[in-house]
């Protein structure tokens, strides 16, 4: 992940022509439109069920909630299908805090 970043700021600076460097073209680009934010309906405990980069579908299981007690809340689904481009790392959540970010996959760029 680190040298695809790293990478990705040499393609900028080469484009920009602040570095001799020719810009590398991704090899298989995923194009994605702004995401979907999945924020908690109150404070507990978060379950991840995926990881970042995972491809969901509508309905399919992002995680679960648990009281600080560890007594099932609610099982999250996601509310669209596309990729998973944030999920939250850390259990602890207040109520509207980020639990997961879900972009739809483009078929072309635009």
Known sequence: DVNALID???NVLGALKMIDRAPRAV??????SSGT?????????WFPAVRGGTYVSEGMLLGS????LGRP?????APVAGI???IRPVPSVWKDATL???APVLTEQR
């Open 84 to 86: 998973v481009t944030f």
């Open 27 to 32: 090899e298989r680009p995923v194009w994605v």
């Open 100 to 102: 997961a970010n879900i």
């Open 65 to 68: 909630m648990t009281d600080y």
């Open 37 to 45: 934010r999945i924020r908690a309906d109150a404070p507990g405990m």
């Open 73 to 77: 809340m609610k099982e999250v689904r």
């Open 8 to 10: 990705g700021c040499l």
